[in-house]
Structure formats: structure tokens, C-alpha cells
């Protein structure tokens, strides 16, 4: 049994540029002792990510500056600095500026970043590229570092991210690395979750799990699994500006394995409820019920085939330089509350990952009534 690489990279592609956010909570703006305050440029800062960063740098004293092109929540932050301009072809208001660092957000195309980085090198000091570890080639092995092997594409000029997220990510760490050597700090976060999240990839567990009943739950329960709170990560990362690091680093999480058990449960006691799990064969689920894992069943990689790995990357190097990782059961509570929060409309949409109600209702009754 197996997941398809592709079908893997395009999801991530496809609902990783989504998202909004919500206020942090009040817990994450102390201000660490003898923390230098920074001029920030950050690329995006609108989307899921970027207002993260806003929310936790601001009550920490720096100085930040939004670049991008004013359509996404434009009404967000409005006592920060924006620039606006496009990536593409369009970078006049960030001539001749000068900023401590710049964190490169919303970076998918080798020639933008370069782009960027090249008209930044003079006047930064330090470039932060948000990378993924889809860079890498081969997820089929557990303990993947950030030294091995990334993915490649024969055609280096492509800009076909749904095909080659991955191997174009790759070749924008190359990018901006090229332009500001040696100042450079790659970030390679796993599924990025947690209040905001608009692409459901983890919001589905809490809801459903708050919603109550029998819940379909893929595998036996020990499939291990990986994500990183989207404050967590804006947490690393400005610890990353603050010290100056530099280097790659795989920021998913959590500290210790994770099992896709331990998560459910996690779900439940974030949110309450009366939910039941059932737990179902993961080659029955997959081969005969076509429930797809990742997408139909999110976050879960079950333990066999070519993408088991996604669930097993060494987090080792970004857990020395301090990253840390909050409970899931505080994650699952903080998400259902922002989903709870978002306007009747958007609680009623089907959702953009896991199963429709009937038909989680169909694979369970099948699975009730198969032949032993």
C-alpha cells in the first residue's frame, strides 16, 4: 500500500498558500531578557503565517514591515508598515530600505526569491526562507535530516509548483542562499496547523471529534505523526532573527513520537465530547474503501509505502536551538475555538480535507458489515 508522492506534494501545494489567523493568545508576547529589537521585513504577512509572526513580534519590540499586494486582508495590522508591490516583476518599494532581516514568507518560485533576495543582499542582513520538508527526495525511511538528499527537476526553469513543489522549494533555498551567502537561515516546517488554518488539514480532527459519536479513525493507532502549531513555528522563527542563526532546520514537531492514537485522544480531551474511535485497517481503508490518507484522512501516513517518513523527520537540530512544541490537546482546544469563532457560513461549507458525514457513515458501515 501506498500514498502517491505527487498526489502528496500538490495537496500540500494547493491548501498550503490558504489560511488565515486569528490573535495569538496573550501567553505568547513575553519579551526575553536582552533580546536586541529588530527592523523586520517579512514577505506576505497577511495569509496564516505571517500574522503569527505580527502577533508575537510586536509586543516584543520590533519593528516590522508588511510587502505584498494589499488583497489579502488589507485591514489587518493597520498600525504596521506595508509596502505594496508583487513579487513578480514589481519590487520598487523595497529599493534603497534597509531592515535587520527579512522572512520570506510566501517564497515558491526559484526566480522570485532570487529576485528578492539579490535587490534585498545590500541592504539586509539576514534572509529567513520558510521552506517545507517536501524538499526532500525520498520520504520512504524514518529520521530524514536536513542532509539528505532533496528532490530535483529535470527542467530547472519550470514554475509548475503543483507538480514540482518540492524540487522548486529546493531550488529556492538555493536561490537565496546564492544571493546572500552565508546569511541565510533555511526553515523546513512539516503540515503547518493550528488556530486560522483554512485549509482544514487539521481542523478537521478537533471538529469532528468535538461533533461526537462513532469517528472513523484510519490504522491501528500507532502510525506516528507529525505538524507544528502555527505559533510554535512563529516562536522559532523569531527566536531563529533575534540570535541571528543561521543554517537549515526541520521545524515539525512534537519533541517526542506522536501516534496518530495519542492525537485523537489528544482531540477529545481538548474538546469534550462523547466521541467513540474506530479503528480500521489501513490497507482496507485505502484499497477498498479509496479513503486517501493525508487528504481523506489528514495528518495520517500510514506505516508502509513510499511516504512513511512524513511522519518520522528528525527535528533534532531546531530542538537544540531551543524549538519547543505546545501539548496537541492545547492546539486541538485553540482550533476548535477559532473555527467556532469563523462566521456561520464557513462552519457550514463541507470541508476541504477529511470526510463528508455520509460519508464517513458508508465506510464505517462497511467496515461493520465486512466478512472477517
Known amino acids: 500500500m501506498t500514498v502517491s ?22 501567553k505568547e508576547g513575553g519579551v526575553p531578557r536582552g533580546v536586541a529589537k529588530k527592523k523586520i521585513l517579512i514577505l506576505g504577512g497577511t495569509g496564516f503565517l505571517g500574522p503569527a509572526l505580527v502577533e508575537l513580534a510586536r509586543p516584543r519590540g520590533h519593528t516590522l514591515t508588511l510587502f505584498n499586494r ?15 508591490g508583487d513579487r513578480d516583476g514589481d519590487l520598487k518599494a523595497l529599493e534603497g530600505r534597509q531592515w535587520d532581516a527579512v522572512i520570506d514568507t510566501s517564497g515558491y ?26 524538499v526532500y527526495k525520498d ?3 524514518y529520521g530524514i535530516d536536513e542532509d539528505s538528499p532533496v528532490a530535483t527537476v529535470e527542467d530547472e526553469k519550470t514554475e509548475d509548483v503543483s507538480q514540482h513543489y518540492g524540487a522548486l522549494k529546493a531550488l529556492s533555498e538555493k536561490a537565496a542562499e546564492a544571493a546572500m ?13 493550528g488556530p486560522g488554518d483554512q485549509t482544514d488539514r487539521f481542523t478537521y480532527w478537533p471538529v469532528r471529534v468535538a ?17 507544528i502549531d502555527v505559533r510554535d513555528l512563529a516562536a522559532f522563527i523569531l527566536g531563529v532573527v533575534e540570535r541571528r542563526d543561521v543554517g537549515t532546520f526541520n521545524a515539525t514537531g512534537p519533541a517526542e513520537t506522536l501516534t496518530m492514537r495519542e492525537l485523537l485522544e489528544a482531540c477529545k480531551t481538548g474538546t469534550g465530547g462523547d466521541a467513540r474511535f474506530t479503528w480500521v485497517d489501513a490497507e482496507w481503508l485505502v484499497e477498498q474503501q479509496k479513503v486517501s490518507p493525508w487528504t481523506q484522512m489528514p495528518v ?16 533534532a537540530r531546531a530542538l537544540k536551538l531551543g524549538a519547543t512544541f505546545r501539548s496537541p490537546v492545547d492546539t486541538a482546544r485553540d482550533t476548535l475555538a ?12 463541507p470541508m476541504r480535507a477529511g470526510l463528508p458525514p455520509e460519508r464517513e457513515r458508508e465506510v464505517l458501515a462497511a467496515w461493520h458489515q465486512r466478512t472477517p
Request: glycine content about 12%; proline content about 9%; overall charge positive.
Open 5 to 26: 508522492r505527487r498526489g502528496l506534494m500538490q495537496g500540500a501545494a494547493a491548501l498550503g498558500v490558504l489560511g488565515a489567523m486569528g490573535c495569538a493568545s496573550s
Open 70 to 84: 494589499g488583497k489579502t486582508r488589507p485591514e489587518l495590522f493597520p498600525d504596521v508598515e506595508k509596502l505594496h
Open 109 to 134: 518560485v526559484p526566480r522570485i526569491v532570487k529576485a528578492s533576495a539579490e535587490l534585498l543582499a545590500p541592504n539586509v542582513g539576514h534572509y529567513i526562507f520558510v521552506s517545507t520538508i517536501s
Open 139 to 141: 520520504m520512504s525511511e
Open 181 to 193: 551567502p552565508g546569511r541565510v537561515t533555511t526553515v523546513r516546517p512539516g503540515l503547518i496547523v
Open 211 to 227: 461533533r461526537g459519536g462513532e469517528v472513523l479513525a484510519p490504522g491501528d493507532g500507532a502510525d506516528p505523526v507529525q505538524f
Open 300 to 315: 495520517w501516513i500510514p506505516r508502509s509505502g513510499e511516504d512513511k517518513g512524513v511522519g518520522r523527520v528528525s527535528n
Open 338 to 349: 477559532w473555527f467556532r469563532s469563523e462566521p456561520p457560513e464557513r462552519q457550514q461549507k
